[in-house]
């Protein structure tokens, strides 16, 4: 009897778990969207900063471009694939969307770039990484702006393959962005030279981790490769750090943002390999901008948060120059142009729609060598765009070998 | 073996689920929240005013009961003689606004607690390392939950406080004060959420969905323990933490779902659950 009355809690419970907010535009504005993570575990990573970051770079912009004024809409996905392809749907057909910033989520992505391509509004890919995006998902209007697995692992892998650690096993997250980080990474310790020992898959958002590692090592591989995000990725290298695990194999972090050293502190994340496409404290520019950012937002900004700002001035840009925000033109015009801001320097968008931009190896600092709040990272590399992202693959049909 | 650390929370929280339920007859689903916020109080404690971990582990669940008596004397109480339901409800949107509002004051990646110096380092058993603080868990909470579970059925307040659930019209004629001991029945219920919290801060990130995560699997141990059934939630919960450490060796995809697999067939063979007194 009790049962069946818990039953029905629960389901009173789930239908308590829905939400979302009314948006209206008229068609004098120019209406760009941000969809992401707003609450979950990717939520630090871009989540309300890149809101804020699209926010700057509106009023950097003037807050209007043809003479028109630029509204932004901005939506949780709440991670659901669902949540995030209906909502751009809604904005595309009642308020007039004229472009989206896409979040965290490579799940959630995929649903919202295909419906990019039905509703031929422009994608710009921020916070996930799955390289299926420009491969086998990939469609006309989306692009790819700060990072994807491919250079990941191309900058992460194969530096920690070349110094040495030539065994991996891996802890993977169970869902589309963790075995596509985890495949990226195989191949490129594999033509580098090295060898995969096997991986364990970890459902996403586990409690626990230390089960899984005391199974890496078992493996008796030299280095644990990290393939996770968020709470997880802190998660399972805090446990790794407590077993003593990082004593015998080398950790290596296939995604990391600065939010996680920040939470993980330098005591347990120092001397992590990483990659990132761009770091807060690179030169005058980033400086700058992460200054303004951290005045508003009280922490350092990520990559995400950087793209999200270029993205947006981009896309700005862009619509400046054809002078009309019909996608197919847009698209043509940003395609031909140069990428130059305190993001990228000579960045361009692939045809498959990969947007081409250095990418930075780095070594997470040690507490002694951190000098000032937020000094956590020395490049180890600066990787050129065409090393990081790989050559074109022939899995999107918009770009053939 | 590393199943019984995991074990050991889930033994902690539906703990105290199981004695706010079985005395109270409130589905406590903000019991999350206040193990979440039980962490946050260690990591401030720490961070704000130098308490140190051991300090943390009895002021943050002194702190978390006293707000949870607040609660209870605020909204609870008016829902008792009203369905389950009410209750479920209003504690899962308190559970919401506890979330959010540590969601907007610290962002959703959260802190590290650090491990406290005397129970650093690991013991090397041969077959594998156990982190001593790993083993100090296991051993906490076993203490905890036998104290528990020994001043309710064996001592003259937790004999009152089983009186009120009986028949609380009648106890109170006796001159019990019982809406002061359903209250003290609250906060120390979700004080031992905020001590499993404070235990479990240097194991994992202390963010604000850490309790979110966890709320969910406390609840199928505690509906297969048998509702209300304090000896049955420590039991499964230490046998559900062995399971899916086990499961997790064997096969590493469904760790997540067995605890409920299991209380689906718990459900449909025993509903009352294992320990269940119907």
Redesign the interface.
């Known amino acids: 009897?009790?049962?069946?009355?818990?039953a029905?809690?629960?389901a009173?419970?789930l239908a308590?778990l829905a939400g979302g907010d009314a948006a209206f535009a008229a068609g004098g504005e120019i209406v760009i969207g941000d969809i992401d993570d707003l609450?979950?575990?990717?939520?630090?990573?871009q989540?309300v900063g890149g809101i804020e970051a699209i926010k700057m770079a509106i009023a950097d912009f003037g807050g209007a471009v043809l003479g028109k004024k630029i509204v932004l809409l901005t939506a949780d996905h709440q991670n659901k694939p669902d949540v995030g392809a209906s909502k751009f749907r809604e904005w595309s057909d009642q308020s007039g969307l004229n472009m989206l910033i896409g979040g965290s989520n490579t799940g959630v992505n995929i649903a919202m770039a295909k419906v990019a391509a039905a509703k031929k509004v422009p994608l710009f890919v921020i916070g996930a990484g799955g390289a299926s995006l420009t491969n086998e998902d990939c469609t006309a209007y989306t692009v790819h702006y700060v990072y994807d697995t491919t250079a990941l692992a191309n900058g992460t892998a194969s530096t920690i393959v070349k110094s040495g650690g030539k065994t991996w096993f891996y802890l993977t997250a169970?869902y589309a962005f963790g075995s596509q980080l985890q495949n990226a990474a195989s191949k490129v310790v594999e033509a580098n030279g090295g060898k995969n020992l096997g991986a364990?898959?970890?459902?996403l958002?586990?409690?626990?981790f230390?089960?899984?590692l005391?199974?890496a090592q078992g493996s008796g591989a030299a280095v644990l490769g990290l393939a996770n995000a968020?709470?997880d990725f802190?998660?399972s290298l805090?446990?790794a750090n407590?077993?003593?695990i990082t004593k015998t194999m080398k950790p290596a972090a296939l995604l990391a943002f600065i939010?996680?050293i920040?939470?993980?502190?330098l005591?347990?994340a120092q001397g992590l390999y990483l990659t990132t496409g761009w770091y807060w404290d690179l030169n005058e520019d980033t400086r700058a901008f992460a200054k303004r950012y951290f005045a508003k937002m009280q922490?350092e900004p990520t990559m995400d948060h950087a793209g999200a700002y270029s993205a947006t001035l981009s896309y700005l840009t862009v619509v400046k120059a054809v002078g009309s925000t019909d996608p197919d033109k847009v698209m043509a015009e940003l395609k031909k142009m140069k990428i130059n801001d305190m993001f990228a320097k000579g960045g361009y968008v692939r045809a498959d729609g990969v947007m081409v931009h250095t990418m930075y190896v780095m070594q997470v600092k040690s507490p002694q060598e951190s000098k000032y709040p937020w000094d956590y990272y020395k490049v180890v590399k600066q990787m050129a765009g065409e090393e990081a992202f790989g050559p074109v693959t022939g899995a999107c049909a918009l770009a053939p070998k | 073996m590393?199943?019984l650390?995991?074990g050991a929370?889930y033994a902690l929280l539906s703990l105290g689920l199981a004695v706010i339920f079985g005395l109270m007859g409130v589905?406590n689903?903000a019991h999350g929240a206040f193990y979440t916020l039980g962490a946050f109080a260690a990591l401030l404690g720490l961070q704000w005013f130098g308490v140190n971990y051991w300090g943390a582990l009895v002021l943050a669940p002194l702190a978390v009961g006293v707000l949870g008596v607040v609660l209870e004397r605020l909204f609870l109480r008016h829902v008792y003689k009203l369905e389950?339901?009410y209750g479920?409800?209003l504690t899962?949107g308190l559970s919401l606004i506890a979330e959010g509002c540590l969601?907007e004051l610290f962002?959703?990646?959260?802190?590290?607690y650090?491990?406290p110096d005397a129970l650093q380092g690991?013991i090397n058993m041969g077959f594998?390392?156990l982190?001593i603080?790993?083993a100090w868990v296991i051993l906490a909470s076993l203490v905890i939950c036998g104290g528990t579970w020994f001043v309710i059925e064996r001592t003259r307040l937790g004999s009152t406080l089983r009186a009120a659930t009986e028949n609380a019209q009648l106890l109170q004629a006796f001159g019990v004060n019982v809406p002061l001991l359903s209250a003290a029945t609250y906060g120390g219920g979700v004080a031992l959420a905020a001590l499993a919290g404070v235990l479990a801060a240097p194991?994992?990130?202390v963010?604000p969905?850490m309790g979110n995560?966890?709320v969910t699997?406390v609840?199928a141990v505690v509906?297969i323990g048998g509702?209300g059934s304090i000896l049955g939630s420590v039991v499964s919960g230490l046998t559900l933490g062995v399971v899916e450490?086990f499961t997790?060796?064997i096969y590493?995809?469904a760790?997540?779902?067995v605890v409920f697999v299991i209380m689906a067939l718990v459900?449909i063979l025993r509903?009352?659950?294992l320990f269940?007194k119907?």
């Open positions: 009897m009790k049962g069946r009355k818990w029905i809690r629960l009173a419970a308590a609450s979950g575990t990717y939520a630090d990573a989540g169970d364990v898959r970890a459902p958002a586990s409690m626990d230390s089960s899984f005391l199974q968020g709470a802190s998660n805090k446990a407590e077993f003593g939010s996680d920040h939470r993980l502190g005591q347990t922490v | 590393l199943g650390v995991n929370f589905v689903f389950p339901l479920l409800l899962f969601r962002g959703s990646s959260g802190r590290s650090p491990v690991a594998m390392i982190p603080y790993r194991v994992i990130v963010s969905l995560s966890l699997v609840f509906v509702m450490g997790k060796v590493p995809e760790s997540n779902i459900l509903p009352a659950g269940g119907e």
